[in-house]
Each structure stands twice: as structure tokens, then as C-alpha cells.
């Protein structure tokens, strides 16, 4: 929902997407002050609950009628809404948020370990600052895990409480949720296959025949196109529209619908040489919707572990099938592709998330004094030829 400026009387403020009322009356030295969230719609979407300003006048209503009903000492009833667990606030979001998200799966993977540190049973409003900092510590120094692994599992732990706290599940008593600071995120999120591993991990794959075949299949078309995991796994042949108009330069054009990727608009990626020779062979006897990777995601994860063992690289976290999408990436970089172009390819709809996935190999960088030493070398020249027309 865009931002706007709203000026709202005391004791009224806006959380999420509820207009939250406090009415706060001192009797007799003991103060009370019910709660109470009137939820409003966000006015991008269907408008089924009250407007912005209808739950503000709502609000208002019920603080100005319990604050004179609580000085008054009348008794009143208010909705007291229950103070969710974690496992139950997690059960909430991943309905609420998660549900509708392509991987729903992952954000709930992370809750499920958030609830073997702290507990299927503790409130969510009992996971203090300091709580959050002695999981950051088990994580990082007893589990080795990475920062940017952390990061991710603090990350479900804001959404899981901003979304209880949003629709008054997560405290009666007004307590709102801790900041989570995350990490700042160094080397161990560099993501690269070189041409080597490439080579060895396609070999193994061929060695164990058509059921890792597909494996090695979706890492070179991943190498070559970009493509994310569930992309891949989603293609189906009536994607694909192979242009051989030019017999030199045969291109195979797949297109993404907006549902099979990440920022839901439509993309098309062209393929040449190896990965369109890929593409060719699976289209061979295939309906329109057949997929052209039929495999589940977690075979397919477990196949591609397996080879990851057998070519001595398991222990590597790093190496994963999302980096083949970083790896290409940085070879159009290499190759002198500029990044706006890059960010096109990617279908990514900031530069800044582009740039963090272009990772220059050491070559590259080194290449740097190679090429100022060059640049040296033509000035010298230049400098020269002037000299030579002046004398002249």
C-alpha cells in the first residue's frame, strides 16, 4: 500500500493493515486500556473489509465509547484476540504470506528451525532482543551456518511477527515486535561454476544414465540461459519455438509465463549450440503441455547432491544449482555485456539485485594492470606521433 500521510488522533495508529485503538483510562491509580484492530483493505485489491478512512472513523467511535463507559465504571467486552505461539503464528503466515509465494515451502522450512531453537510453544511475543541474539550466536558459532543463511531464518522471523502483530495475534498488551538486525553479508554469498567442474559434473551425469541425464541437461540450459530451478521444472514444450531461419545461426526462444517467474512478468530467453541441442532433443515426441524436465523438485535436489558427492565437491555449500544462474550471469559480464542489458536477461527489476549475482573471476580482476598497462603503452604512442607531426 503506498504511503500517505495521515494525521490521527491520540491513541489511534495504524499496524500493518488494521487501524489499532487504545483506549487508556487511570482509575484509582490502576490504569486500564483495551485494545481494539479494525482491519481495512488495501486499496490495490478487492474491497471487502472497511476503507482506510471508514476503519480510522470506526476506531475513533469505539476509543471515544469505551473511554467514557471505563470512567463511568461500566464493565466492557472487548475482542481479545489469543497471543499466538510460534508454531501457530507460522502456521498463520505461511496461510497468510508464504502460501502465495513461488517457493511457499521455504519460508516455513526456516520457521521449522526458529522452532527447534526456541520452541514449538513459546509466544511469539516472548522471543525478545536478546532471544534473537543468542540464536544468531548457536547458528553461527555452534552450527556453522552462514550469515546470509541466518539471515534468511530472522528474515521468517520479522515476517511471522509483523504478520500476527498486523491482525492483533501477536499481544494483548500492546507489546510490539523487536527488530531483527541481520548480518552484513561477505564472500560466502559468491556463487560460480567454473568450466572445469561443469565438465566433470556433465560427465558424471552421463556416466549414471537417463535419470541424472536430466540433471546434467537443466545445469548446462541453467549455465547458458539463466534460468532459476522451478523455471526449468515448469517448462513445457509449448514454451519453446526454435527459429532456424537463419541455418548459421539456429536460435530456440523460450518464453516464461508471468507465472513461472519470480517478479511475475513474462520473459523470453534464446538458447544456441548445446543448450538448444538440449532443448531439441527433449522436445522429441512431447505434447504441447508436457514438461520438458518431468521431475520433482526433490529428486531432482537429491540427484544433483549425489553428483555433487561423486565429483568432490559435497562438502561446498556454495555449490549449488542457483549458481549456475549467478555463473551466467557473470560470464555475460565477462564477456562484456553491460549491466543494464544483464538485468533484462536476468528479469530482475533492480540493477543492485543484478550486480550482486555478477561475480568477476580472479582473471578477470588481475586483468586490470594488464589492461591500464595498455592503456600506458598507447598514450606513450600517442604522446609520440603528436610530437613527431610538431617537429615535422
Not at 37 to 44: L, R, S
Not at 203 to 217: L, W
Request: glycine content about 6%.
Amino acid at each position: 500500500m503506498a504511503k500517505t500521510e495521515l494525521s490521527l488522533p491520540k491513541g489511534i495508529t495504524i499496524r500493518g493493515k488494521s487501524i489499532q485503538a487504545k483506549a487508556s483510562v487511570t482509575i484509582n491509580g490502576k490504569e486500564q486500556r483495551p485494545t481494539k484492530a479494525f482491519k481495512f483493505v488495501d486499496v490495490k485489491k478487492v474491497q471487502t473489509d472497511l476503507s482506510i478512512a471508514e476503519a480510522i472513523a470506526e476506531a475513533v467511535k469505539w476509543k471515544a465509547e469505551t473511554v467514557e463507559a471505563l470512567t463511568l465504571g461500566k464493565e466492557i467486552k472487548v475482542d481479545q484476540r489469543k497471543e499466538y505461539t510460534l508454531l501457530e503464528g507460522s502456521d498463520y503466515t505461511y496461510n497468510q504470506v508464504w502460501k502465495g509465494n513461488k517457493n511457499p515451502e521455504v519460508g516455513y522450512r526456516n520457521a521449522q528451525i526458529l522452532m527447534k531453537f526456541f520452541g514449538k510453544h513459546i509466544k511469539l511475543k516472548d522471543i525478545d532482543g536478546e532471544a534473537i541474539l543468542r540464536f544468531k550466536s548457536h547458528r553461527a558459532e555452534k552450527d556453522q551456518v552462514a550469515d546470509s543463511t541466518i539471515n534468511r531464518q530472522l528474515t521468517a522471523l520479522t515476517t511471522i511477527c509483523k504478520t500476527c502483530f498486523a491482525d492483533g495475534y501477536y499481544s494483548t498488551d500492546g507489546k510490539v515486535p523487536p527488530k531483527a538486525h541481520l548480518s552484513k553479508e561477505f564472500e560466502t554469498r559468491v556463487r560460480y561454476w567454473t568450466h572445469e567442474e561443469e565438465i566433470r559434473f556433465e560427465a558424471e551425469c552421463v556416466k549414471r544414465g537417463e535419470t541424472f541425464i536430466i540433471i546434467g541437461n537443466a545445469v548446462i540450459c541453467s549455465l547458458r540461459g539463466g534460468f532459476r530451478q522451478w523455471e526449468l521444472l515448469s517448462l513445457e514444450a509449448r514454451d519453446c519455438y526454435d527459429d532456424n531461419s537463419n541455418p548459421d545461426r539456429p536460435v530456440m526462444f523460450i518464453t516464461l509465463a508471468p507465472e513461472e517467474t519470480k517478479n511475475g512478468k513474462s520473459r523470453t530467453i534464446s538458447l544456441q549450440g548445446k543448450a538448444r541441442q538440449i532443448i531439441l532433443k527433449r522436445l522429441v515426441g512431447l505434447a504441447p503441455t508436457d514438461r520438458l524436465f518431468p521431475i520433482s523438485k526433490n529428486a531432482f535436489n537429491h540427484r544433483f547432491n549425489t553428483i555433487k558427492g561423486k565429483i568432490g565437491l559435497g562438502y561446498d555449500e556454495q555449490f549449488t544449482f542457483h549458481a549456475c544462474r549467478h555463473t551466467n550471469l557473470t560470464r555475460l559480464s565477462e564477456m562484456g555485456m553491460p549491466p543494464k542489458a544483464i538485468m533484462e536477461w536476468a528479469g530482475h527489476q533492480d540493477l543492485k539485485t543484478t550486480m550482486r549475482y555478477i561475480h568477476p573471476s580472479k582473471h578477470h580482476v588481475s586483468n586490470a594492470s594488464t589492461l591500464m598497462s595498455q592503456y600506458d603503452e598507447v598514450s606513450v604512442e600517442n604522446k609520440t606521433n603528436q610530437l613527431s607531426l610538431v617537429r615535422g
